[in-house]
């Protein structure tokens, strides 16, 4: 299994990939897709769609996982970042890969073990979790940290939804209606 995470930015887009097998992660590459901060906006986001679909066509992955968008102070702000953002979910959902979204606190928990981790943390541990990856970009080491987070969660989905178990979703209804009685 291929995994690209993603980490929106207007200014530059993080994304890493990464090969899970079995409980094994390795590093692909990583890397940032930049936009032109001089052109107007609908151009920075052709230009951060097309660099992201190379990506997605140089690497192929099997599945996306995309940082999911906090509120800043600067409303203009949070609504440039949540279209960067969009542009993030369309380009690998356009090619037909599952999208997954994981929120910031998520990530670093998943990552680093503390939810309010700082970027230094979350790239040490990015370093540690894939051998023989040089990070050059906190947006790619956060891309790759999205990836990791989705590797660990994704297993955990899997699990959770197997039915030939009789455990996790498939009998849930029916602990359900039994904590109904």
Known sequence: MRLLGLDPGLRHTGWGVVDVADNRLSHVADGTVASDERKPLAERLVQLYRGLVAVIVEFRPTEAAVEE?????????????????????????????AVHEY??????????????????????????L????????????????????HAHHRATQRAWLRPATGIGRAAAPAAARGAAR
């Open 69 to 97: 968008t906090f509120v800043n102070k600067n409303p203009a702000s949070t609504l440039k970042l949540g279209v960067a953002r969009g542009i993030a979910l369309l380009a690998p959902a356009e090619r037909s890969l």
């Open 103 to 128: 929120s910031a606190n998520l990530i670093k928990k998943s990552v680093v073990g503390v939810g309010h981790a700082d970027k230094d943390q979350v790239e040490m541990m990015v370093r540690r």
């Open 130 to 149: 894939l051998p023989g990856c040089l990070v050059a970009r906190s947006d790619a080491a956060d891309a790759l940290a999205v990836a990791i987070c």
